[in-house]
């Protein structure tokens, strides 16, 4: 037998009203007299919302309105106080001429489902703000290689990066990488581990230990691929700094033996000279000893300054007085190896800007250098050793030029590194290494023009102005002081 139309209007899981174009209710179903109560001579505002006047925005009036059905969302107050979130669904009743008499209202109870998406949506706040606060690089990228997330480090390092290739942003090449850690990873599902040397967008290279891993969908495929990167950049410079050290000791420790030697043969011949009064090997016995001194303080203020990263003390300076000085204190020096040393300064260079103790701890280690091209070299009667200043529109530049020993290209292409020198025992590698450091602090640098047997010029150019990256402000940890 079919049912009578009431039965299924209130069979309906859900709060269904029939309303007049006043709002009042005409008919509920028994869902909505369990939970609002009776609701006879009573406006639906009143009933489902508690309040003495309209909503401002009624879908039920909207359908009295344009004869259209509309929909909304809805938070209404049930009779024990249960608020209840409901999507509200309206259709138009017409009578036999077409006129809207009547209003169908469905309203469904999405409680559950509202605060599982609340939950949702803090779970996915709470995982957000884990995924852009978690101090490494992180990016997702699909299997073209393209960034489509990325966590708040990425893209303060590399900037804004979405739709780009890694390779691009990582690399800053126009290639994909071989192997590739994400292709690799899109193929076989695994995590892996690699470390990377990458750029960041200022141009500065960053050591990174790289984790993958796959993103899967509902199916089980794998829709994208998630690269963990940590910077690594100190530890490879602790690593670095203590390989340094592992060497500088050695380098050290050979030197000093050899000095040791050397002031122990200078004694020898000192006081031999004295007890047969032989005045000729006293004096030579003394030039040796004064030699290996004087080599002995060259490599102690050398490891000083190697010893800690200094910023430069800036003032103005007098390019003049500088070479000067230093012209002051190697003249002797020269004199004593038999090697003529000139000055040619150009007078009308103006003032610059830096460290007047490091400038000068840097010109003397090049003179030095040069004295000892030609001291070593047997080859030639005469040597000079000629300091030169020049001026530039924004630039001084010292030359420290010398008719020594001269560099062939591998020595050229080794001048400045760490611990490498061509002296043998004579030297520690410090000298041309520090020099170097020090222009390059002044934002300068140091060009190398030699030739086997024919010798050596030292260009130093030094920016007149101190660049504007520098520090404003001197490290006042409380370094012992150079002396120059």
């Known amino acids: 037998m079919e049912l009578p139309y009431k039965d299924y209007f209130d069979a309906i899981p859900g709060y269904l009203t029939v309303q007049d174009k006043d709002l009042k209710i ?16 009573r406006y639906c505002y009143q009933v489902y919302k508690h309040r003495a006047e309209r909503c401002e925005i009624c879908p039920v009036m909207q359908t009295f309105w344009d004869g259209e059905r509309h929909h909304s969302e809805e938070q ?11 999507l509200v669904y309206t259709k138009p009743i017409r009578n036999d001429e077409g006129e809207i008499y009547a209003v169908l209202e469905m309203s469904t109870d999405v409680t559950e489902m509202k605060a599982l998406q609340e939950q949702l949506r803090i779970s996915q706040k709470r995982y957000r703000t884990l995924f852009e606060e978690v101090p490494c690089f992180i990016s997702v990228q699909d299997s073209d ?18 739709g ?9 090449r126009n290639e994909e990488c071989f192997p590739c850690m994400i292709q690799d990873t899109f193929k076989d599902g695994k995590r892996r581990i690699h470390e990377e040397v990458v750029t960041s967008k200022d141009g500065k290279p960053i050591n990174v230990l790289v984790h993958t891993a796959p993103i899967k969908g509902n199916s089980g495929e794998i829709t994208s691929v998630m690269e963990m990167s940590a910077d690594i950049t100190r530890i490879r410079d602790l690593q670095s700094q203590l390989s340094s050290i592992g060497l500088l000791i050695s380098s050290i420790s050979h030197g000093l033996k050899g000095l040791i030697n050397g002031l122990d043969g200078g004694i020898y011949l000192v006081n031999n000279g004295m007890q047969k009064g032989n005045q000729e090997r006293i004096e030579k016995g003394w030039e040796i000893v004064l030699r290996n001194v004087g080599r002995i303080r060259s490599m102690v203020l050398d490891i000083l300054y190697y010893a800690k990263d200094r910023e430069p003390n800036w003032e103005k300076l007098s390019a003049p007085d ?19 040393i000139e000055l040619d300064i150009d007078l009308d260079v103006p003032d610059f800007d830096g460290d007047a103790k490091a400038i000068c701890t840097l010109l003397i280690n090049l003179t030095e250098n040069s004295l000892d091209a030609c001291r070593l070299d047997k080859k030639k009667d005469e ?51 520090i020099s170097n450091k020090i222009a390059q602090a002044h934002g300068g640098s140091i060009t190398l023009d030699s030739e086997l047997g024919k010798g050596t010029r030292f260009i130093v150019s030094l920016p007149r102005n101190r660049p504007i990256e520098e520090k404003a402000t001197k490290d006042k940890s409380g370094d012992e002081e150079l002396p120059a």
Request: net charge negative.
């Open 26 to 41: 005409i008919t509920a179903n028994d869902r909505f007299i369990k939970d609002f109560g009776e609701f006879e001579g």
């Open 145 to 162: 290689l393209n960034i489509f997330d990325s966590n708040h480090l990425f893209n303060e390092t590399f900037g804004n990066t979405l």
């Open 322 to 340: 500088i070479l000067n000085e230093v012209f002051s204190i190697m003249e002797t020096k020269a004199k004593e190896q038999g090697v003529e």
């Open 383 to 433: 040597h000079k050793v000629k300091l030169n200043l020049r001026g530039e529109l924004d630039h001084v530049r010292f030359e420290i030029e010398d008719n020594g020993l001269g560099m062939d290209n591998e020595t050229r292409e080794k001048a400045f590194s760490l611990f490498f020198s061509s002296k043998g025992g004579e030297g520690t590698g410090l000298g041309l290494f």
């Open 76 to 86: 209404v107050t049930c009779l024990d106080g249960t608020i209840v979130s409901t």
């Open 164 to 172: 780009k290739k890694c390779y691009e942003v990582y690399k800053q």
